[in-house]
């Protein structure tokens, strides 16, 4: 274990731009789609909730899209991330093959989401808004923009489903050190809130809840606009930082991965380690497999349609084509917050339609042994997400041992797990089920697809 | 702020040995008395409890001890960390000071303690060693103990004081993915604690019953040595990895520190960022002040007697000459466990007396103050303990400010707040109380202090 461990870069290597997928992609991904009309949005559709720089990234077609000066130099707190070599993992494994992580949890909100808050913060700022809004379910949004927006002087409202609320006082504890007000939704503050609460005076809110009461804020309130963590095509980009440094490091450490590997829940993390690997798969024709990992519970790549849907189960965002599981689709309870999301972004849905990406889902015990071996090996105790794309990547490093291949294998380990140990509690306890999802209740949420006339 | 952010070093320049202080001392420091017969204690005596490695490192009086490549290669995890030029920190006061921090809390368990407690599981492992007991109170090195000893192969039983066991259930978690055992004290396992229990059925345990419960299970077991995270000569050492990075990170910025500040409570942190530079100072003629900085609540060096004491409530251990508050004293509660401890380390009790540092007491209101604008403005919550250091730190930087100097501030941010996010909680609630200890009770503590022959 004498070799190197980890490669790490000076300030100065954190990319000039992000890498925009759109201009690579053999075939442009579909329109979005206005909810009411039914024909494709424009940017003023979107100006109430977003910035117009935030707009014209969502739609761009340029491949490089330059990272501002102030931006860039908020990175330089965490940036760039080390890529690690997994010698431990590797040891206690046998395996033929080399493992590599790219870790994003020395962010200070401990995940890769800040790449994005910052980045949302900035534009917001430059704009003149003074006011951000935003829903949280498992936290990692929610901590990540009330870092950002505390450096710019932004007040961060942040609604953050009621049982999370309740169960996770230390994660809403770090959204209030960073300045950012954590309110538990339903709240009496919207009316979307004031309606469930009327009917539902008990209700433990959801994602879907929090998403209606952020939107309702911002679209009432000039002063305010939206920041959404994942899905949209501009989160997706600002990610990309990820896959740059990772494509630099790999060259460091003389072997460019033949597999990489990400957990996706909205697909942020995902296209942040993977899309600039794509890019150069099309435009280099380096020769790479790209694995999506994504829970049993959850699977919208693999086992839900490719098909025009909300963003939300109250159904007030634009209609975007993705795989998607219906807005009506409730999973069963696991312990990855951030990957229990209906859909999956649209434009990692187009690659894999286009046949770019592989899926693979597990279900959550697998993925807690796979990172509590990872803990004790390696040191870094991951997040439930996260778990996922090691237990991935465990699978392949097994493969090529069985093989006898010396398979490069590089992974994102997105996230710590610092503020998700009952999760890890509840697995010594053998608390936790790999419980699937209820094909009777995909089968009724993919029945309430909408209707779209460009189908 | 386009400025260089953090300093980083490659692998290559983690030390290749440790510093040791005693080398560079103008007076050498007090012996260790046996607490039986009073005199000078010898290797023999501490052989149940330690391997021979590391009661040779004890006692010795060579400048540079060699750090065993296996030791580096774990290092290599987390080391060298970062330095930071507190940019953000140094905009919001509107300082003429520089101020640069040295951040452990990237290593897996989160703070400094690692540092020795790879040292010393690695010494135990090459000596036959197959189990290692300790105790913990807030938990940092208990974690610390459970992951480095996980690597060796060691079997790790961690007596948790019982309060903080029921309190902090996710410290807990964080062992136990480690693979270490955790154990509620006073327990049934050992007659220290069958007897606290016998009398005190309901007792919420302590520090010093949990070190006798340690300390009981090593002694009676000739496959299992005890482990301490603190006070010790050898755990000092170990951290001065801490310093000896700092002092070449410090040249990279091209600014040698007027000042070098760090918490203490048994003073190993202190230790490690301040000793390699107080030898600078003693053999170069630096000049450089050092402060330790601790809490109000528990002021050993500030309000302690420099006398022969006891390490233990339980009275097992050697006596040491160092500034106790009495080994009797119990401090109000405050929330950085890490600092409730009766005494101070005797190599810094000794450096105390020779003049070569300062110290410096807080209330912890201030501490919370502190560690609030530091996590605002440089995005890292930091443990309580190390919140002191921010505090010291910030108000150096407002007195440079203050009298128009660029003084050069670096303080040592020991661990991340991760798993104290109640603290903070408690402290946006105005729950925090800034006690100050009974003086009466100091007092009655004092007046216990062992009699020795040799003063």
């Not at 398979?407 to 419980?435: E, P, R, W």
Request: aromatic content about 8%; hydrophobic content about 40%.
């Amino acid at each position: 274990m004498s070799e190197q461990n980890k490669y790490m870069m000076g300030e100065d290597r954190i990319p000039k731009s992000w890498y925009n997928i759109t201009a690579d992609l053999p075939a442009p991904p579909p329109p979005v789609l206005h909810p009411g009309h039914g024909g494709p949005i424009g940017p003023d559709d979107l100006a109430p909730l977003f910035p117009m720089a935030l707009i014209g990234q969502e739609v761009s077609t340029e491949r490089h899209i330059e990272i501002p000066q102030p931006v860039r130099d908020i990175y330089k707190m965490w940036r760039p991330t080390p890529l690690y070599r997994a010698h431990g993992l590797e040891k206690a494994l046998g395996t033929t093959a080399r493992i590599f992580y790219k870790y994003e949890g020395v962010s200070p909100a401990g995940s890769h989401k800040p790449n994005t808050a910052v980045a949302q913060a900035f534009y917001n700022k430059q704009e003149g808004v003074t006011k951000l809004s935003t829903e949280t379910g498992a936290g990692q949004w929610g901590s990540s923009l009330a870092f950002a927006g505390g450096l710019f002087g932004l007040e961060v409202k942040i609604y953050m489903v009621k049982v999370s609320y309740q169960q996770k006082p230390y994660r809403r504890a770090l959204m209030e050190t960073y300045g950012a007000k954590c309110i538990a939704s339903p709240s009496t503050e919207t009316d979307s809130g004031r309606a469930i609460l009327a009917a539902h005076p008990d209700s433990p809110g959801s994602l879907g809840i929090a998403i209606s009461e952020a939107v309702e804020v911002a679209a009432k309130n000039p002063d305010t606009k939206y920041a959404l963590g994942s899905v949209l095509n501009h989160v997706l980009l600002h990610q990309t930082v990820v896959g740059i440094e990772a494509i630099e490091q790999m060259e460091m450490a003389d072997a460019y991965p033949d597999v990489v590997i990400g957990c996706a829940g909205g697909g942020s993390n995902f296209a942040g380690i993977a899309f600039p690997f794509i890019g150069k798969k099309l435009r280099d024709g380096k020769d790479v497999r790209v694995l999506a990992v994504e829970p049993a519970a959850c699977p919208s790549l693999t086992r839900g349609v490719y098909a025009f849907d909300f963003g939300d189960t109250g159904h007030l965002t634009p209609l975007v084509k993705m795989h998607t599981l219906g807005s009506e689709f409730i999973p069963p309870g696991f312990h990855a917050g951030g990957l229990r999301y209906h859909g999956m972004s649209p434009l990692v849905s187009h690659c894999k339609e286009l046949g770019l990406i592989e899926a693979r889902a597990y279900h959550q015990n697998p993925c807690f042994e796979a990172g509590v071996l990872f803990a004790r090996t390696e040191g870094i105790v991951p997040a439930p997400e996260s778990n996922h794309a090691v237990r991935a990547a465990i699978d392949e490093a097994l493969k090529a041992k069985q093989e006898g291949k010396a398979t490069n294998i590089l992974f994102c380990l997105s996230g710590h797990g610092h503020f998700d140990m009952q999760a890890y509690t509840d697995y010594f306890a053998g608390k936790l089920v790999d419980q699937d999802y209820d094909p009777k209740e995909l089968e009724a949420s993919l029945a309430h697809l909408p209707k779209v006339a460009a189908e």
